[in-house]
């Protein structure tokens, strides 16, 4: 009868220990790739506002998207470790209770393409995230009654400590992306991407041209293309009808005039010469204060035979009164909004191109941290400067590195003692 409860007893501390190991990966892994791009789970989570009519709460969205990564991060380590059985799991069923219910508008509305939930590492199916959420909820009701019965990895005394610790790595990854470029990067285009791409291209008759006015958005062919006066807001590119594949592997990026909405990008991005692009996302919230830096940067590549483009998904009016106020010595283009924004982070950000290939990219704000533009090191290797992936590498080995020093220091002593008890009783025994 004993062995048949130990036994049972085994069964329910594996399969408790293997549910911890699945919910806690899944969270620990949405709240790491989030952490690894800020800007990108800003921009979904601003999605959501405007959808929900929540513009007012545009304000707390990069707050919010970077204290989500650390919590679930966090929260998904917490419940590996068996650290705080008790809150740890209530904490994820109110989080769930909140997501759920969220996925399953989603889900019936679609009223936003993608949930985000795991940044641009991979994208779920609005309805294939309710059902992943779902499951989370069971498995996190399961841990609930159960995970009070299997210790953890630390004992409590030191858990406060590796809650603090949980919360610092995602926080300091996000930092690295917020103000240089994700660590990792899961979009399009990451360094190393040929701009320039060969084989057969769409030209302009096979697209459809996306604008929104009033909150309605219509698509307009090339040839009815409406004015920015009449209020209409240029949204998005998109191919009409099925795509057509280039040749090659390389990631096209199109820049257009600016008045004529013409494709430029092979007049701009070439196989033959350098340029530098600066990417303005929202030209409207630039702070004048950058216009010193830009203009020093385009004055140092000019001296070494670099070109520099400015691209944004801005309309019209807002790229002439841009021009007013910087003073620029660069041409501007018009690019997809979305593309701009997939390209490198930042508002602006910084992209060296090198015969067609991305050499590197930042933000302007790190750059000017670093003294960029001091002329001492040639433009073409200011990415030696900015070297993200080891950044984050360091990060996280030094957070695992903590993590295993505090496991060993918390445990070792316990060990030891259970040792020396047990051979005390062996020493009793004999004695007896």
């Known amino acids: 009868m004993s062995e048949t409860i130990d036994s049972r007893s085994w069964r329910q501390r594996v399969a408790v220990s293997a549910l911890r190991l699945c919910v806690g990966a899944v969270f620990a892994f949405s709240g790491f790739v989030k952490a690894v791009d800020p800007y990108g789970s800003y921009y979904k989570i601003t999605e959501y506002l405007h959808a929900l009519g929540w513009e007012s709460l545009l304000g707390l969205a990069l707050f919010g998207a970077v204290m989500l990564a650390a919590v679930e991060f966090a929260l998904g380590v917490m419940t590996i470790t068996g650290t705080h059985r008790r809150v740890t799991p209530l ?192 030209l409207t919230t630039v702070s004048a204060a950058h216009t010193y830096s830009l203009n020093r940067l385009t004055d140092i590549a000019h001296a070494d035979s670099v070109a520099v483009a400015g691209v944004t998904g801005a309309g019209e009016h807002e790229i002439e009164m841009w021009g007013d106020i910087s003073m620029a010595d660069y041409t501007m283009y018009r690019a997809d909004d979305s593309d701009v924004k997939m390209l490198a982070r930042g508002n602006p950000a910084v992209v060296f191109v090198h015969r067609g290939r991305i050499v590197w990219k930042s933000t302007l704000s790190w750059l000017e941290s670093i003294d960029a533009f001091d002329g001492s090191v040639p433009l073409v290797r200011l990415g030696d400067k900015i070297n993200v992936d080891d950044m984050v590498g360091w990060l996280f080995f030094t957070w695992l590195t903590l993590m295993t020093v505090l496991a060993i220091l918390n445990r070792v002593p316990v060990f030891l003692m259970r040792c020396l008890a047990r051979g005390r009783e062996q020493q009793g025994e004999t004695v007896a």
């Not at 294939?128 to 995970?147: M, R, W």
């Not at 041209?209 to 590119?237: A, M």
């Not at 096209?252 to 013409?262: M, Q, Y």
């Open 91 to 282: 904490l994820m069923l109110l989080l769930l209770l909140v997501m759920t219910p969220l996925t399953l508008w989603l889900a019936v509305t679609d009223m936003v393409k993608d949930c985000g939930c795991f940044g641009d590492a991979w994208h779920m199916s609005n309805t294939a995230t309710f059902v992943k959420n779902v499951v989370l909820l069971v498995g996190v009701v399961l841990l609930l009654k159960y995970n009070k019965r299997v210790v953890g990895v630390y004992s409590p005394v030191v858990h406060w400590f590796v809650t603090m610790l949980a919360l610092s790595l995602p926080l300091a990854v996000s930092y690295v992306g917020y103000f240089i470029q994700p660590g990792i990067d899961f979009r399009p285009y990451p360094v190393g991407t040929h701009l320039v791409p060969t084989g057969t291209e769409p030209d302009d008759s096979d697209y459809l041209f996306t604008y929104e006015r009033d909150g309605v958005r219509q698509d307009f062919s090339i040839d009815s293309l409406p004015d920015d006066e009449d209020g209409w807001i240029y949204v998005e590119r998109r191919v009409a009808g099925p795509a057509i594949k280039a040749d090659s592997d390389a990631e096209s990026f199109t820049l257009r005039d600016v008045k004529t909405v013409a494709d430029v990008s092979a007049d701009v991005l070439t196989d033959t010469a350098d340029v530098i692009l600066l990417l303005f996302p929202n």
